[in-house]
């Protein structure tokens, strides 16, 4: 669910990400801010005319909760794991759109395999347009979240451009979200 946008004073010295361009940014406790988006535990606020994104560990910088870690039984089957990677990577979102990745069409594939002390997860995606300065974060967003995941011990994301990303990959939520039907 999108956050109520709202005012806000940074309660701590806070690494914000700069949207577009992806630069991180160390913004300083005190400096004024407006919540614009709250969506799967990472956030978006306005400082200066700017938007930073915000992540969850960071939360309680702008006054919020860490999400917790999704739970998951100790005898999950790899379908229960590959299950859990698809609603974990339905939690990352494009700070530009308020769109999650699966329903933006980014991720082209999700495999689950033993690894050593647990299980691999390996994820091909893509991006909405290959400059897109946000890329690494959304990688790394994606990874971070597989990772929490109850016996995952690795998290692979290779970002291919192959075949270019299209609208026509979205799903009909996000189509209908964003205002194209």
């Known amino acids: 669910m999108n956050a109520e946008i709202r005012k806000l004073k940074l309660g701590r010295d806070v ?8 630069t991180r940014v160390e913004l300083p406790a005190g400096a004024e801010a407006t919540l614009t988006q709250a969506l799967g535990g990472s956030y978006t606020v306005q400082v200066e005319g700017h938007l ?6 960071d939360a309680d910088a702008i006054g ?26 339905a939690t990352c979102y494009d700070p530009e759109i ?9 991720i082209y594939e999700c495999r689950v395999e033993p ?10 995606m893509t991006l909405t347009a290959p400059g897109c300065g946000m890329g690494d ?7 971070e979240k597989i990772v929490r995941i109850p016996s995952v011990e690795e998290a692979q994301i290779e970002l291919t451009f192959d075949p270019p990303w299209s609208r026509e990959m979205m799903s009909e939520a996000a189509l209908l979200q964003a205002g194209f039907i």
């Open 15 to 22: 690494v914000g990400t700069l949207i577009p361009a992806g």
């Open 52 to 57: 930073f994104r915000i992540e969850g560990k």
């Open 64 to 89: 919020l909760a860490a999400p917790s870690a999704p739970e998951l039984s100790a005898d999950a089957s790899d379908a229960d794991i590959e299950r859990a990677v698809w609603t974990q990577l």
């Open 98 to 106: 308020p769109i999650n990745i699966v329903d933006l069409g980014l």
């Open 115 to 124: 690894g050593e002390c647990g299980r691999k997860v390996s994820v091909k």
């Open 137 to 143: 974060i959304l990688v790394a967003d994606a990874r």
